[in-house]
Structures are given as structure tokens and as C-alpha cells.
T-cell receptor, first 113, second 113 residues
């Protein structure tokens, strides 16, 4: 069972609208949580990194939140643009080893005009 | 441009053939890693390295070998290709400070027939 679950699997939104993506994890011990954006045919690109002591991190129109108590994170996209069409991936890093990390399967976002 | 370079971008192999996927970075990053990405699944770690001469296994290492003779290069070898190794492969690098995100290459799409 994947220890990082993302929802929804996919969504379609109108240009200019906001949306929120969810990431629930069971990874322990927890080091940090990252959100990546992956355009079709490209490698993932880092959006935000949060440690357990941070509960909000912004990068332009992207805002990530983290609740380490409930093990939930969200990524909010404000005033979506066509270029936001991509897969958004949640990654949770363990504390004890470089080799321990879990990727979510991603949420596919399609922004339509 | 600085970054992670992967070659080739596409490759078709016959079952039983061997090949090497190349990965090079010019950012002097200590950490490098290989992932495979399959439809509907999160990226999975194959092997990683925390510095020249040091490698370790990730979640799905079987059928793959790596070596790290220089800081810049981290090739991935498929010993005897199998159809189950059909996937998209990504290489990533990072500074040793885990507060930084990973920089991913653009991927290699491998098909084993």
C-alpha cells in the first residue's frame, strides 16, 4: 500500500479559477514534504519544501499547507493559468536515510480556457 | 544551462539486451539518484549515491546496477533487459543539505520488447 495518497486523481478547472489538491501520508519518521510539478514529457520541478515545523509555504500562485498532526498536506493553486496544466506530485521524505522517500501517484490538473 | 542531463531520451531494447542510461550533472551536487515512473504509480527509487564511490539500493534495485566514479556522473546499467523494465527513467541530483529540492533530468523512455 502506498504510504502517500493523493486526491483527486485528476481534475479539470476553468482558467482563472482556484483549486486545491490533497496529499495524505503515513510515512514515519517524517523529515519534510515536497510538492513537485511535472509537465507532460518532462522531469518533475520543485514547487515547495516544508519541514514538520512549517505549516504554510508559498511559491507565487502555489501555496502548500502541512498539518503534521493529521499527516495531511494540500497544494492550493490560485487564479489558474493554462500553463498550470500538469501533474502535481507530493513527496514525503523520511528522517533517517537518503534512500527513504515516498512519491504519491500525482494529481493530473487540466486547465481549460 | 546548468542542470541534469540524461541520455538517450528514447530507447527500444530486445529482451536480454543490456544497456547503460547516462546521467550527468554540473551543479557539484553530492546526492544523485535514479527513479522509474510507471503509469498510475508514484516514482520509485532504484539506486542512489551520496558521493563519489558511494552507492546504495532504493526500493526497486533488482535488475539494475550503478556506479559513481565522479561527482558529475551516475550511470544506470540494465544487466539483462526484461519487459517489466519498460518505463520512464529519471535521474535527479541534490546538494547534501536536504533543505534543497531535487533537480530532475528530462527522462529516458525505455521500451523492452
Amino acid at each position: 500500500k502506498n504510504q502517500v495518497e493523493q486526491s483527486p486523481q485528476s481534475l479539470i478547472i476553468l482558467e482563472g479559477k482556484n483549486c486545491t489538491l490533497q496529499c495524505n501520508y503515513t510515512v514515519s519518521p517524517f523529515s519534510n514534504l515536497r510538492w513537485y510539478k511535472q509537465d507532460t514529457g518532462r522531469g518533475p520541478v520543485s514547487l515547495t519544501i516544508m519541514t514538520f515545523s512549517e505549516n504554510t509555504k508559498s511559491n507565487g500562485r502555489y501555496t502548500a499547507t502541512l498539518d503534521a498532526d493529521t499527516k495531511q498536506s494540500s497544494l492550493h493553486i490560485t487564479a489558474s493559468q493554462l500553463s498550470d496544466s500538469a501533474s502535481y506530485i507530493c513527496v514525503v521524505i523520511y528522517t533517517d536515510s537518503w534512500g527513504k522517500l515516498q512519491f504519491g501517484a500525482g494529481t493530473q490538473v487540466v486547465v481549460t480556457p | 544551462n546548468a542542470g541534469v542531463t540524461q541520455t538517450p531520451k528514447f530507447q527500444v531494447l530486445k529482451t536480454g539486451q543490456s544497456m547503460t542510461l547516462q546521467c550527468a550533472q554540473d551543479m557539484n551536487h553530492e546526492y544523485m539518484s535514479w527513479y522509474r515512473q510507471d503509469p498510475g504509480m508514484g516514482l520509485r527509487l532504484i539506486h542512489y549515491s551520496v558521493g563519489a564511490g558511494i552507492t546504495d539500493q532504493g526500493e526497486v534495485p533488482n535488475g539494475y546496477n550503478v556506479s559513481r566514479s565522479t561527482t558529475e556522473d551516475f550511470p544506470l546499467r540494465l544487466l539483462s533487459a526484461a519487459p517489466s523494465q519498460t518505463s520512464v527513467y529519471f535521474c535527479a541530483s541534490s546538494p547534501s543539505d536536504r533543505a534543497y529540492g531535487y533537480t530532475f533530468g528530462s527522462g529516458t523512455r525505455l521500451t523492452v520488447v
